[in-house]
């Protein structure tokens, strides 16, 4: 496995369970993650916390129908993250990396469905970000 997917799923574990659980939570990150895979969880986790209404927003245009606030907190920190990664893109990982990594992550964490609609929304965020 990359350091990148490495680190997304470390991200993804970590700001979820933030929804749940404020302090403590990146204890872990010191035995699990080293390197290059470690400094990445950590720009996402400080992004996506940092960003939160700011990603909400750019991800709302793309779901009319549905706010925020209303998806399942899993699809909702896949998403979030991947906006982050798309609204500040690395020069080595072009958006349908991006959007595939997240729709990795719904599958072996959401809904049935899920990485459907997370693939549409990115896909339209990444597209009018070009």
């Known amino acids: 496995m990359n350091y990148r997917r490495l680190a997304r799923a470390f991200a993804?574990?970590?700001?979820?369970?933030?929804?749940?659980?404020?302090?403590?939570?990146q204890e872990g990150m010191e035995s699990t993650l080293k390197g290059d895979a470690k400094q990445f969880a950590e720009q996402i986790i400080a992004g996506v916390c940092e960003e939160q209404d700011i990603l909400d927003e750019a991800l709302q245009e793309f779901s009319p129908k549905r706010k925020m606030e209303r998806f399942p907190k899993v699809e909702l920190t896949i998403l979030r993250m991947a906006a982050w990664e798309l609204l500040h893109p690395q020069a080595d990982t072009p958006a349908n990396i991006?959007?595939?990594?997240?729709?990795?992550?719904?599958?072996?964490?959401?809904?049935?469905?899920?990485?459907?609609?997370?693939?549409?929304?990115?896909?339209?965020?990444?597209?009018?970000?070009?």
């Open 98 to 130: 991006v959007i595939n990594e997240a729709v990795l992550l719904a599958k072996d964490f959401g809904g049935e469905n899920s990485y459907k609609y997370i693939n549409a929304i990115l896909h339209n965020l990444a597209k009018s970000r070009q």
């Open 12 to 25: 993804f574990q970590t700001i979820y369970a933030q929804s749940f659980h404020t302090e403590g939570m």
